[in-house]
């Protein structure tokens, strides 16, 4: 099958959408399926696998680290109309190619919704704002457009039925790579941060932004770090926020026990990982949370709030521990698993477990699964969302 994956972000751009699709695009290439990545060009220097087409792009306005397409390669017009699928993963300028492509070619058209909107409106200043309803609506309106639509928790599901929209979805993670989890360790997180060898690392992993919680997370922490003086935080990743989280970790008096090394490559980060010895997330925007599932591939107990699409990640009292938003009962969830070896043990286990129901193989058995019954419903006439 030729495929068509449509996505604003992706690799070396560092977020989950970016490595959802990679993840994807590389499990149905193994497969045997004719994949191609319809993506912005991020710079020149980033070497690409052939079937990746970049297209021309300059940063959009309002939040620099992302870039919007404005014209189509030469290479891209032959493609497009040779594909048998269209898969799109964002709503933007490659989402409207991959409506448009859909249309023009008559092609089944099925579309993840990897980003709660709704929530990540504060990036746009307010007279650019939309509000809510009219955010609602955009997102029902471009999903009734598509055949299908893939989400990746029940919480999501429900936010889409509730907007509106009519087409039929279908709940699926889209899980991590497994294979990275299982070759030899080369990098030392202790190490390269500088901490005491027997420091004890509460490890967060993802975009420094306030729709994060991170606020909140710090002052878990600080909570947390008075009871034990060996307990360190690092947070990777990078973003907006960054210069307001310094400031608070400051203003928390936690400059030595807080850590921001900034993003990191991809087997470097799967090494620090294995390297922590609990996972912090505070996040309620999550649509799935992939660096959850990333952190539990590697047998790392999670401590985080109950909020979203980590609800379906995460098994309270299996995986990870669901605990309350405030900021000293964070702080003892995360003390009661470093200190209870019999709870840490079994919730190293049952991470390790959930990890592999959730690799990225099966999500990829599944998304045939999806394109097979899309495909087969407009050969049907069935089905005419349009």
């Not at 297209?55 to 032959?78: G, L, S, Y």
């Not at 729709?211 to 997370?217: I, R, S, T």
Request: proline share 6%; hydrophobic share 40%; net charge positive.
């Amino acid at each position: 099958m030729r495929i068509g994956l449509f996505s604003d972000t992706y690799v070396p751009q560092v977020n989950g959408v970016a490595v959802a699709v990679n993840h994807l695009a590389g499990e149905l290439e193994r497969m045997g399926h004719e994949v191609y990545v319809f993506c912005p060009r991020v710079h020149r220097r980033h070497r690409d696998r052939p079937n990746v087409i970049r297209f021309p792009a300059i940063p959009f306005i309002f939040q620099r680290e992302h870039r919007v397409a404005f014209a189509i390669p030469t290479r891209a017009v032959r493609v497009l109309r040779r594909l048998e699928i269209v898969h799109s993963h964002t709503e933007f300028s490659l989402g409207a190619l991959a409506l448009w492509t859909s249309r023009v070619y008559r092609l089944p058209h099925v579309h993840t919704y990897h980003t709660h909107y709704v929530a990540y409106r504060h990036y746009l200043p307010p007279p650019f704002r939309p509000p809510k309803r009219i955010t609602e609506a955009l997102i029902a309106s471009f999903c009734n457009r598509c055949d299908a639509v893939t989400v990746e928790s029940r919480a999501i599901e429900e936010e889409l039925l509730r907007y509106g929209v009519k087409v039929p979805i279908y709940r699926y993670p889209f899980g991590v790579d497994l294979r990275l989890f299982g070759r030899p360790k080369v990098h030392d997180l202790r190490r390269d941060i500088g901490l005491p060898e027997d420091a004890v690392v509460a490890l967060y992993v993802g975009r420094l932004a306030r729709e994060k919680n991170l606020l909140f997370l710090l002052e878990a922490f600080a909570e947390a770090a008075e009871r034990r003086d060996d307990l360190y935080l690092v947070m990777v990743g990078g973003g907006p926020f960054t210069r307001e989280l310094l400031r608070h970790r400051e203003r928390l008096g936690l400059s030595r026990r807080v850590f921001l090394p900034g993003y990191v490559e991809r087997e470097r980060l799967v090494d620090y990982y294995r390297d922590a010895d609990v996972f912090v997330f505070a996040s309620k925007t999550e649509t799935l949370g992939l660096v959850v599932i990333e952190a539990m591939a590697a047998g790392l107990p999670v401590v985080c709030l109950g909020e979203m699409g980590v609800t379906e990640t995460v098994v309270d009292g299996v995986s990870g521990i669901f605990a309350p938003e405030d900021p000293p009962s964070f702080a003892v969830a995360i003390l009661e698993v470093l200190e209870d070896r019999s709870l840490y043990e079994r919730l190293r286990e049952g991470a390790l477990r959930r990890a592999r129901e959730l690799s990225t193989e099966a999500a990829a058995k599944k998304t045939l699964e999806v394109y097979e019954e899309v495909r087969a419903a407009r050969a049907s006439g069935s089905r005419d969302h349009r």
